[in-house]
């Protein structure tokens, strides 16, 4: 038995195990789709609003549209933030303000990501006949959210700043040498 | 970070999976009103909904919404951490290397279309085209099915993973002591890892951070009361002013387009299937027994909101008609343009001692929004299902 298994893995490249499991799943999954009705899948008359359009984009929606859109950026701020920092050395502040840029935003982008409908009033018309309300306050509340986000980051920011200033002034905290690529979240 | 997110998931996901396939029951599928209609051996064994306790429904469906809400930045982060995986090559070093990549197509695009079709039918935002509950639902099983094969398959690595790490000694480790990973056979860890600008510790609060903070700002939906006021981005949040009857509406009478004359003293109940079919007016309704129950509206869209409802019992209306002890009852609205102008209700729904013909909310006659001249409200079931402007109610052996 074991001889078997060891040929199938040298050959397949895994357990057998596993392509049992594998093309069961994919036996359920046909499964699914054929409870559903193939039909249901494509739409002819609106062929973006289609299941399967919807549903493929979803596998490729974090992978290349958000990955590139918050890994660019990351990669601007962080070496925007070293292009500024090299040309004036001696002008380094303490503490990087990286982390405290990039947490009100990130914050800030996925409660946009999430809550985008009500913000840029998409879906109007069925709010309104479900709710007998507008969408009018979601955009200032957003902002506002997002402009407390940041206030508060800066507000930690100069304290954290201060706070190692003061350290260092008596001469027992951290040197800017350590602290100067990220702060020590 | 890859496998104690995936900890995370393997845990709080069941959970959402769980009380969205009971929801799919709460909506009846042995009275064939739950969507999508014909779903072969994908569900949950069938059974009665109960209704007690009154907030089952409040639960299962808050549940399923909020956690699905909170879980959303721990996903992100979750396909973050496996990101160098779309990039590597060769494509497949194996045809097990390539099926499996071919099974992870059910998990990452399950995960991110039932979260993107949750979010926006939350919001009223029907972009999609097409039907919600048929999408979402065949979607959570091609999700089920890649979640169960990539937590099969998977197991051993994270708990491999898990242990090689102490969760109290990364607590206590700074950014300035964050070391790379060691390169993993797996191929996640970056080949030259750039200076570390944030520690582990430091990454997991950052995306606990996010749930605390999409908690916090959604929750307040389906609790109610003051929490409500946290609501700030989402639909149910809004307040309607301090009345008896400015509390959520999910339908308008306008959208429902309700003839306000058809409520007016012409407006009669009719009562069929029993022994003595009868139409009552509202003020021979208002001359019966009334009783008085505190019960909560709770909605597909995971919100709820709790009111004290007085009316007449759909049981002693039962027994008025001549069945006191109907097998289901079928409930007609004034509204006949949407897919929730009727709904019918299992016998143990209509027996409830809480189950109302409501008149009066708050102890004031109902509104015309929410469905004056007399709604349905019952324990535990589907908001939807709390027929507003009846027209009818016909019991059924």
Same mark, same amino acid.
């Given at each position: ?62 992978? &290349? ?7 660019? $950026?990351? #990669? !601007?701020?962080?070496? +925007?933030? %070293?292009?500024?920092? *090299? /040309? ?60 407390? &986000? ?7 920011? $100069?304290? #954290? !700043?201060?706070?190692? +200033?003061? %350290?260092?002034?008596? *001469? /027992? ?13 | ?397």
């Amino acid at each position: 038995m074991r001889v078997v298994v060891n040929r199938v893995k040298a050959q397949y490249g895994a357990h057998p195990v596993q392509l049992i499991i594998l093309l069961g799943s994919f036996a359920l999954v046909g499964y699914i789709v054929s409870v559903m009705g193939a039909k249901q899948l494509w739409n002819s008359r609106v062929w973006w609003q289609s299941i399967l359009v919807w549903f493929l984009g979803a596998v490729v929606l974090h992978d &290349l549209v958000i990955f590139p859109f918050y890994a660019i $950026a990351n #990669r !601007s701020l962080v070496a +925007g933030w %070293q292009a500024v920092t *090299g /040309r004036l050395p001696d002008r380094k502040p303490r503490l990087s303000p990286v982390n405290y840029l990039r947490v009100p935003a990130l914050a800030s982008g996925l409660l946009f990501a999430m809550f985008f409908p009500g913000i840029i009033r998409q879906g109007a018309a069925a709010y309104r006949r479900a709710t007998g309300l507008t969408q009018a306050p979601f955009l200032d509340r957003w902002l506002l959210i997002t402009a407390t &986000l940041f206030a508060v980051s800066a507000l930690v920011y $100069a304290i #954290r !700043s201060a706070w190692m +200033g003061r %350290q260092e002034r008596r *001469g /027992r905290g951290p040197s800017s040498e350590t602290v100067a690529a990220g702060e020590p979240l | 970070m890859t496998s104690v997110l995936g900890f995370l998931l393997l845990i709080s996901l069941p959970l959402v999976i769980l009380t969205g396939l009971l929801d799919y029951i709460a909506y009846g599928p042995k009275l064939h009103q739950a969507i999508p209609g014909h779903v072969g051996f994908l569900h949950l064994p069938y059974f009665d909904w109960p209704t007690r306790p009154v907030w089952l429904f409040q639960l299962t469906e808050g549940l399923h919404v909020v956690l699905g809400l909170v879980l959303v930045p721990v996903v992100l982060a979750k396909l973050w951490s496996v990101m160098p995986k779309l990039f590597t090559w060769p494509p497949a070093r194996s045809v097990a290397n390539l099926l499996e990549r071919l099974s992870l197509l059910m998990i990452v695009g399950g995960i991110v279309f039932e979260m993107v079709t949750g979010l926006l039918n939350i919001q009223y935002d029907y972009i999609f085209g097409f039907n919600f509950y048929t999408a979402h639902y065949f979607g959570a099983w091609v999700f089920i099915t890649g979640f169960v094969v990539h937590v099969s398959l998977k197991l051993p690595t994270m708990v491999r993973s898990l242990r090689s790490r102490s969760l109290r000694v990364e607590l206590r480790t700074s950014r300035a002591d964050t070391k790379p990973e060691p390169l993993d056979p797996d191929g996640l860890v970056a080949l030259e890892p750039s200076e570390p600008t944030i520690s582990r510790r430091g990454a997991l609060a950052l995306v606990g951070g996010g749930s605390l903070l999409v908690a916090v700002l959604t929750a307040g939906q389906t609790i109610g009361g003051v929490a409500r006021n946290a609501a700030l981005l989402v639909p149910r949040g809004r307040s309607y002013g301090s009345g008896p009857n400015d509390f959520q509406i999910n339908r308008t009478a306008v959208a429902a387009r309700i003839d306000p004359s058809a409520t007016s003293a012409a407006w009669r109940l009719s009562l069929d299937g029993g022994t003595t079919p009868m139409t009552l007016s509202r003020p021979t309704l208002l001359a019966m027994e009334q009783h008085t129950a505190e019960l909560p509206i709770a909605c597909v869209e995971g919100w709820s909101t709790t009111q004290r409802w007085t009316g007449v019992r759909l049981r002693d209306l039962a027994r008025l008609a001549g069945m006191p002890v109907p097998a289901s009852a079928h409930v007609r609205s004034m509204d006949t343009s949407g897919v929730f102008g009727q709904a019918r209700l299992q016998s143990n729904q209509v027996l409830d001692p809480d189950a109302l013909l409501a008149l009066k909310v708050n102890g004031v006659d109902l509104s015309l929004d929410h469905g004056f001249p007399a709604r349905i409200i019952v324990p535990a079931i589907p908001g939807v299902h709390c027929t507003k402007w009846v027209e009818s109610i016909q019991f059924e052996a």
